[in-house]
Structures are given as structure tokens and as C-alpha cells.
């Protein structure tokens, strides 16, 4: 089997894969790609810490570790919507709804 070797992409200790002297997991920047429909020139103007070749290495990784980042991505939002469930309404938004400014 071949392994490819991506330049500016490193894996974490836990296996995540980020880009190169930063703290920028692949992930966030394939969210930015499909959520937004950016493209590797607006993710740039957006986070411009991020160089184009950090931008393409990235997508090139999602797009050959689609599956996984896929799987990742929809666990990340499970999550994320079981500590929502977990932690009910906010008080602020209780407090907006009883002076009838929310539904």
C-alpha cells in the first residue's frame, strides 16, 4: 500500500489531522468549504493566518479521506447536539420567551 504524504498536513498524537504551525484541524477548514461554499481564495481572505498551499493541501487531504473526515464531521455535530439537548433552554432565552419576544 502507498502512503501519500501531504505537504503541510501533520497528525496529531490523537490522530487529527491540522495544518502545519498552527492549531487549524483539517476539518474546520473543509466546514468553511462545504457550510459556506467557499472556495480556497475566501477561505484565505477569512482566515488569513492560512496560506493558499495550507488551503489546497488541506482539501486535497479531505477529498482523499473523505469517508473518515465525513464520519468525523457528523459525530462532531452529534455531539454537539446531545450537550445542547443536556443542557436545556438558557435562562436568557427562558426570560425572552416569557416577555413573548421569542416563540
Known amino acids: 500500500m502507498t502512503t501519500l504524504a501531504?505537504?503541510?498536513?501533520?497528525?496529531?498524537?490523537?490522530?487529527?489531522?491540522?495544518?502545519?504551525g498552527t492549531q487549524t484541524k483539517i476539518e474546520e477548514v473543509v466546514l468553511d468549504h462545504l457550510a459556506y461554499r467557499w472556495d480556497a481564495d475566501e477561505i484565505q481572505r477569512q482566515h488569513p493566518n492560512l496560506t493558499l498551499a495550507q488551503i489546497y493541501?488541506?482539501?486535497?487531504?479531505?477529498?482523499?479521506?473523505?469517508?473518515?473526515?465525513?464520519?468525523?464531521?457528523?459525530?462532531?455535530?452529534r455531539e454537539v447536539a446531545q450537550i445542547r439537548t443536556s443542557l436545556g433552554e438558557s435562562?436568557?432565552?427562558?426570560?425572552?420567551?416569557?416577555?413573548?419576544?421569542?416563540?
Request: proline share 8%; charged share 25%.
Open 57 to 77: 493541501s488541506a482539501l486535497a487531504y479531505y477529498y482523499d479521506h473523505q469517508e473518515e473526515l465525513d464520519r468525523a464531521i457528523d459525530e462532531g455535530l
Open 91 to 103: 435562562p436568557i432565552r427562558l426570560k425572552l420567551r416569557a416577555k413573548g419576544l421569542l416563540p
Open 6 to 20: 501531504y505537504a503541510h498536513i501533520a497528525l496529531s498524537p490523537e490522530g487529527v489531522p491540522y495544518i502545519v
